[in-house]
T-cell receptor, first 115, second 115 residues
Framework: DTGVSQDPRHKITKRGQNVTFRCDPI?????LYWYRQTLGQGPEFLTY????????KSRLLSDRFSAERPKGSFSTLEIQRTEQGDSAMYLC?????????????FGPGTRLTVL | AQKITQTQPGMFVQEKEAVTLDCTYD???????LFWYKQPSSGEMIFLIY??????QNATEGRYSLNFQKARKSANLVISASQLGDSAMYFC????????????FGAGTRLFVKA
């Protein structure tokens, strides 16, 4: 395992359904981030974990969104009652250390399409 | 508030030529880090280069260099000797020391390398 993995890579769902995405970070990385990227835009920060603690959440993360990182390893992002506006690429990243320059390693993303 | 501006939606460069991708930023935090990422059509974000706000010299990584002009709040990416594989989206990003590890991305510049 040499990188961040995400599952599934693609998800098509109907409006109103719940979806859950999984992210497996690089094994020794204690920090994990979720971003959302819509077409033609840069990634937007959603939330951040240090080990199992969720330390920051963006205002973009409405109450329909919830993220967990049990035991400080993999993380899940759940979207309840999906809306068409939730269609986007959901990116996960991980990093090690506390410095400003610590590189975030990104996964391949999960592309969500809400019909 | 943090803000990243990339004013070039698209850029063309001839193979083997150098190209500069512009990035300006806005922050009131004296301690911050600036990043450039490449996103090929496959979707994965690839870290290219990092510049700390207190770094005295411009960062370089192989064919990538960052032209950091602190007073102008600009952090332009220079790619030398462009290759066809450099065709991709390029994102400038910033993280503030007091920003809680949240990384803010610009809207990106799509680079097209012509043979």
């Amino acid at each position: 395992d040499t990188g961040v993995s995400q599952d599934p890579r693609h998800k098509i769902t109907k409006r109103g359904q719940n979806v859950t995405f999984r992210c497996d970070p690089i094994s020794e990385h204690n920090r994990l981030y979720w971003y959302r990227q819509t077409l033609g835009q840069g990634p937007e920060f959603l939330t951040y974990f240090q080990n199992e603690a969720q330390l920051e959440k963006s205002r973009l993360l409405s109450d329909r969104f919830s993220a967990e990182r049990p035991k400080g390893s993999f993380s899940t992002l759940e979207i309840q009652r999906t809306e068409q506006g939730d269609s986007a690429m959901y990116l996960c990243a991980s990093s090690l250390g506390t410095g400003l320059g610590n590189e975030q390693f990104f996964g391949p993303g999960t592309r969500l399409t809400v019909l | 508030a943090q803000k990243i501006t990339q004013t070039q939606p698209g850029m063309f460069v001839q193979e083997k030529e150098a190209v500069t991708l512009d990035c300006t930023y806005d922050t009131s935090d004296p301690s911050y880090g600036l990043f450039w990422y490449k996103q090929p059509s496959s979707g994965e974000m690839i870290f290219l280069i990092y510049q700390g706000s207190y770094d005295q010299q411009n960062a370089t990584e192989g064919r990538y260099s960052l032209n950091f002009q602190k007073a102008r709040k600009s952090a332009n990416l220079v790619i030398s000797a462009s290759q066809l594989g450099d065709s991709a989206m390029y994102f400038c990003a910033m993280r503030e020391d007091t920003g809680g590890f949240k990384t803010i991305f610009g809207a990106g510049t799509r680079l097209f390398v012509k043979a």
